[in-house]
């Protein structure tokens, strides 16, 4: 046994005769420069130590990285508890891995990427601008392999509409041909695989995180033009997410996510009273699926 070793565990048998069962229930941390920590200690890694520590009159929580640790202790008080860092510290008490199951549900704001036709008339712009924006729902599942890697599956709902009475419809002489409704309802789906990169910050579940998908979506507008029908269009696209889970007891917390979506369709089918036609869509006549989200929602673990 070392010097260091040798002070750091006299350190805590003195600590111990002094303070009695007063603080049994106590973790302890002491430092290589022999300063001690009264804590509870959430998880050991092999580089850092998670603890809490109460600080006016709340617990705090906080690391201190393995270098700086001469000693730890569980339930201060018991000698034989005693550990001293070594290469087999990071799975010391595998309680505070991260859970493996995560579940998330959020609502959020998203704003369409699609962009508004040059050609098109102040009326048509102010009228497809407000179509850019709504709220979205969130849902998703997720199996958590390690500290830094897991995998989703997510679930993504979009909706928005808009509505004018008694718009003028023209002919290709600026001639009116009727006078009605114009009304777009856009709903857009997607569900995609999810691989993860997590980054923990203080507990095993507080993490932020980097999510990439790949997935389907389906784009359904129910409109009222110059007649009411259905357009519809499926392709496959993608999503980057950023967020952010605090865990608040022990299986509930909350999570804020920016993310944004890409896609487009490459053809629609239209159905209308008289007919299903399909369009096919090229250039700039493709329609853009994609958006810009921010969520916030609850989050759910289960070991």
């Known amino acids: 046994m070392t010097n ?19 603080i049994l229930a106590q973790d302890l941390i002491v430092t290589t420069e022999y300063d001690s920590i009264h804590c509870e200690i959430q998880k050991v890694t092999s580089d850092e130590i998670y603890y809490k520590e109460a600080m006016n009159g709340q617990m705090v929580k906080k690391a201190i990285p393995l270098y700086r640790v001469a000693a730890y202790m569980y339930d201060f008080g018991k000698p034989e ?35 508004v036709p040059q050609s098109a008339n102040e009326f048509e712009r102010e009228y497809l601008n407000e179509l850019k924006s709504s709220y979205s729902l969130w849902a998703e599942a997720g199996y958590v392999f390690s500290e830094s890697i897991a995998a989703n599956l997510i679930y993504s709902y979009f909706n928005t509409s808009n509505y004018r009475d008694l718009v003028q419809y023209l002919n290709n002489q600026n001639q009116v041909i009727h006078t009605g409704p114009l009304s777009d309802d856009i709903t857009i789906h997607y569900i995609g695989a999810e691989f993860v990169y997590r980054y923990g910050v203080i507990g095993p579940d507080d993490a932020i995180w980097l999510g990439l998908s790949f997935g389907y979506v389906d784009y359904r507008n129910n409109f009222i033009y110059d007649v009411t029908g259905t357009q519809r269009g499926f392709t496959l696209g993608s999503a980057f997410r950023a967020g952010f889970d605090y865990k608040v ?4 917390g909350l999570g804020i996510s920016l993310g944004l979506m890409s896609g487009s369709l490459s053809s629609v089918t239209v159905e209308t009273a008289s007919g299903t036609q399909t369009f096919d869509l090229v250039g700039d006549g493709r329609i853009a699926v994609g958006r810009f989200d921010a969520s916030i929602g609850l989050r759910f673990f289960i070991r």
């Open 81 to 115: 508890n005693t550990v001293r860092p070594d290469a087999n510290a990071g799975n010391s008490r595998d309680l505070y891995d991260p859970s493996r199951f995560r579940f998330g549900a959020s609502v959020g704001y998203g704003y369409s990427t699609s962009t």
């Open 249 to 252: 007891d022990e299986w509930l």
């Open 4 to 22: 260091g070793s040798t002070i750091a565990c006299l350190v805590f048998f003195v600590m111990a005769f002094f303070t009695g069962r007063s």
